[in-house]
C-alpha cells in the first residue's frame, strides 16, 4: 500500500472517513499507526461506528484517545446472537453519557439468510427510537431492504437524517433517502469499474446527499484488493467519484465534508 502516493495526490486536506471500523481486530496492534497515516492522508476525523455492546467501551476510549475520531453506538443486524434486549437500555445510558455522534451501525440485512428477519426488525425500530429520543442521526447498514428501512424510518417519524452507509440501492432509493435526510456513503466499491449501478447512482445524486467512507478495515479499494482496508485509503474513494461525476476532487471534498460536518456535529479541524 502505497500511502505516499495517495498523500501527494489528495486534493483535499479535510477529508472524514464516515464509517471506519478503527476498533476492530485487524488494527488491534496498530491503530494508532492506521490513525496518525491517515490524517497525513487528508483524513482529519474519522466516525467510527459500533457493532456489539462487547466493544462499545473500547470504541469509546479508543475516541476519547484519538484526536478526530468520533463514536456511535449501536447493535449491528447481522450479529444477532450477540445482543440482547438489556443492551438498549445501556445504549440509551451511554449515550446520554458519552459525546457520541449517532446511533449505529444498526438496519436490515435480508441478504444474509441466516438473520431473522423478524428479530432484525425489532432490534432496528427499538434503536430508531432511542436515537430518535436522543435527538441523535442513525448509520445505517441495509442489504436487500432499502424500501422496508425507509417505509420503518417514516413510520416511525425518524426525522434527524443520518446515513446509508457503502449504499448499493437504486436511484430511486436514493432520493427517497435524501427526502428522509440522509446522505449515502460512497465507500471504495465505487473503484471497481463493473460496479456500473453504483456508480450511476452517485454520479446522479446532489453533492449535498453524498459523504465519504473507507469502512476499513472492509472493502479495499480497487488496486489494494484483498489487503486489509485502511482510512488512509480515503483519497481513492475520493478519486474514483471525482472521475464518475467529471468535478474537481477540492470541490467533492469540501463539500462531502460540510455534510459530514452538519450531519454528526463535527466542528472544525482538530
Ligand atoms: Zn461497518
Request: with cysteine.
Amino acid at each position: 500500500l502505497s500511502i505516499k502516493k495517495v498523500v501527494m495526490k489528495t486534493p483535499c486536506k479535510d477529508l472524514i472517513d464516515t464509517h471506519c471500523h478503527l476498533d476492530a481486530a485487524a488494527f488491534a496492534d496498530d491503530h494508532e499507526a492506521v490513525h496518525e497515516q491517515a490524517r497525513r492522508a487528508g483524513v482529519t476525523a474519522m466516525v467510527v461506528p459500533g457493532v456489539s455492546r462487547r466493544g462499545w467501551r473500547r470504541l469509546l476510549d479508543l475516541c476519547t484517545r484519538l484526536v478526530g475520531c468520533y463514536p456511535a453506538l449501536g447493535l449491528h443486524p447481522l450479529y444477532l446472537e450477540d445482543h440482547c434486549g438489556e443492551y438498549l437500555g445501556e445504549l440509551e445510558r451511554l449515550i446520554a453519557t458519552y459525546p457520541v455522534r449517532a446511533v449505529g451501525e444498526i438496519g436490515l440485512d435480508f441478504w444474509d439468510k441466516e438473520a431473522d428477519p423478524e428479530s432484525q426488525g425489532k432490534l432496528f425500530a427499538d434503536q430508531v427510537v432511542i436515537a430518535a429520543h436522543a435527538k441523535l442521526p442513525l448509520i445505517l447498514h441495509v442489504r436487500k431492504a432499502h424500501d422496508q428501512v425507509v417505509a420503518m424510518l417514516r413510520r416511525l417519524r425518524f426525522s434527524h437524517g443520518g446515513i446509508v452507509h457503502s449504499f448499493s440501492g437504486s436511484l430511486q432509493q436514493a432520493h427517497r433517502y435524501a427526502e428522509l435526510g440522509f446522505c449515502l456513503g460512497v465507500s471504495g466499491t465505487v473503484t471497481y469499474e463493473r460496479a456500473n449501478r453504483v456508480r450511476g447512482v452517485v454520479a446522479a445524486m446532489p453533492l449535498a446527499d453524498l459523504v465519504l467512507e473507507t469502512d476499513a478495515p472492509d472493502i479495499a479499494p480497487a488496486g489494494c484488493r484483498g489487503e486489509r482496508n485502511s482510512p488512509a485509503n480515503l483519497p481513492l474513494v475520493l478519486e474514483a467519484l471525482s472521475v464518475i461525476r467529471s468535478e474537481s476532487g477540492a470541490d467533492i471534498g469540501a463539500a462531502t465534508s460540510a455534510n459530514a460536518r452538519r450531519l454528526f456535529g463535527i466542528g472544525a479541524i482538530d
